[in-house]
Nanobody
Framework: QAQLVASGGGLIQAGGSLRLSCAASERTFSRYALGWFRQAPGKEREFVAVINWSGGGTTYADSVKGRFTISRDNAKNTMYLQMNSLKPEDTAVYSC????????????????????WGQGTQVTVSS
C-alpha cells in the first residue's frame, strides 16, 4: 500500500530553521500534488503549503509565506519543507499528504481534497 513518511521534526529555538522531509513509497506520487498540514494542541488542522506534481506551482498559507519553502525531488520520491525564522506559534505536528491529479490548475488547500496521509512529525519552537 502506498505510504508517506514524514521526518525531520524536533525542538528548535525561535528564529531557527528546520527542514522536514516526506518520503513516498511509490513513484505514483510523482504525479500527485503534495502538501503539508499542521495541527497544534487544541486547534484544528491547518493548511501550510502545497506543491504541484512538477514542482512548478506552489501555494502557501499567509502565516508561513516568506518563511517556509516547499519543494520536491521526484527522482527521490521526496518532498521537503524548509522552515526558516521559526516562531513559537509554528509549534505543531506537521503531516504530509498527497492529492490525486484532478482537472484544473488550482492546488488543493483543504484536508478533504487529499487522498493519502503520512504520520506526523512534531515541531516544537521554544521562545
Amino acid at each position: 500500500q502506498a505510504q508517506l513518511v514524514a521526518s525531520g521534526g524536533g525542538l528548535i529555538q525561535a528564529g531557527g530553521s528546520l527542514r522536514l522531509s516526506c518520503a513516498a513509497s511509490e513513484r505514483t506520487f510523482s504525479r500527485y500534488a503534495l502538501g503539508w498540514f499542521r495541527q497544534a494542541p487544541g486547534k484544528e488542522r491547518e493548511f501550510v503549503a502545497v506543491i504541484n506534481w512538477s514542482g512548478g506551482g506552489t501555494t502557501y498559507a499567509d502565516s508561513v509565506k516568506g518563511r517556509f519553502t516547499i519543494s520536491r525531488d521526484n527522482a527521490k520520491n521526496t518532498m521537503y519543507l524548509q522552515m526558516n525564522s521559526l516562531k513559537p506559534e509554528d509549534t505543531a505536528v506537521y503531516s504530509c499528504a498527497a492529492a490525486r491529479p484532478r482537472p484544473g490548475t488550482v492546488l488543493p488547500t483543504t484536508y478533504y481534497e487529499y487522498d493519502y496521509w503520512g504520520q506526523g512529525t512534531q515541531v516544537t519552537v521554544s521562545s
